[in-house]
C-alpha cells in the first residue's frame, strides 16, 4: 500500500515523520528546473518510535573539597543510549546555572576535579540525558555541597541517610543538605557531603573529619 505525501521544496521545509507510524518507507525525490530539466531519487527511511524514556535519576558517591579544588564523583548510569550527563550549581539553592554538560561528562565519565577553591559553600545536582534525537534528561539528583579553602575551623562530614519517598517527604529527590552546608558554612566549617552508601562501601573515612552529621529523616521511623 503506497501513502503520498507532497512537501514543497522551494524554500526551507522538512517531513514531518512524527505523524507516522514507525515503519519502513521510501521517500521518492523529484527536482525540476525552469527548463523542464528532471531528476527523480528514491531513499529508503525508517521512522522509528519516539524514544521519550529519560535515563534514571543519577547518583553522587560524594562531594569533596580538596586542596587543589572540588572533587566530584556519582555511580555510572547503566542505560545503553546514555550521552553524558549534566551538571548543574548554585550558592543559594535558588539560582542554578548549568557547568558543565554531556559533551564534557561523557558516558564514559563518572568523576571530575574542579580546580578551584572558593572559601564558601556552593550547591551540585547532576542530571543525565539520553542521545535520542530529542534529548531526553533525568530527573535531578539529590542536592550536594561543600566548602574549601584554609578559612574554616575545621571539615564537618554531611552524610545524606534519606531515600525514603512513601512517608511524610514523597519527591524523588531533595535538598536537605543545603539547610546543614549553609549552617555550617555560617559558623566557620567546612563540609563534604556523601550519601550513606558511600560510608558502607568504605568510600568516605569518617574517622578523617572532625565530626558528622548523619541525617535520615523519615527513614528513622521506617
Not at 119 to 127: A, E, P
Request: proline share 5%.
Amino acid at each position: 500500500m503506497w501513502i503520498s505525501y507532497i512537501i514543497n521544496c522551494v524554500r526551507d521545509n522538512f517531513w514531518d515523520t512524527t505523524v507516522l507510524p514507525p515503519d519502513d518507507y521510501v521517500v521518492m525525490v523529484f527536482t525540476e528546473d525552469t527548463r523542464q530539466n528532471a531528476d527523480t531519487a528514491y531513499v529508503p527511511v525508517t521512522v522509528l518510535p519516539v524514544d521519550d524514556t529519560p535515563p534514571a535519576q543519577p547518583v553522587f558517591k560524594f562531594v569533596q573539597g580538596t586542596d587543589q579544588g572540588m572533587r566530584l564523583g556519582w555511580y555510572a548510569n547503566q542505560e545503553t543510549d546514555l550521552a553524558g550527563y549534566r551538571l548543574y550549581f548554585s550558592f543559594n539553592n535558588v539560582s542554578w546555572s548549568l557547568f558543565k554538560d554531556e559533551r564534557i561528562f561523557t558516558s564514559q565519565v563518572s568523576d571530575t576535579l574542579l580546580k578551584m577553591i572558593l572559601n564558601s559553600d556552593v550547591y551540585f545536582f547532576l542530571t543525565a540525558v539520553n542521545n535520542s534525537p530529542q534529548q531526553n534528561e533525568s530527573i535531578p539528583s539529590d542536592i550536594y555541597g561543600l566548602s574549601n579553602g584554609k578559612t574554616f575551623l575545621g571539615k564537618i562530614l554531611v552524610v545524606d541517610g534519606f531515600d525514603r519517598t512513601d512517608g511524610a517527604f514523597t519527591q524523588p529527590f531533595h535538598s536537605f543538605v543545603f539547610k546543614y552546608g549553609r549552617a555550617l558554612s555560617e559558623n566557620n566549617f567546612s563540609f563534604d557531603t556523601v550519601p550513606n552508601e558511600s560510608v558502607t562501601d568504605c568510600r568516605a573515612d569518617l574517622c578523617s573529619y572532625a565530626g558528622v552529621f548523619w541525617f535520615v529523616g523519615d527513614e528513622s521511623v521506617r
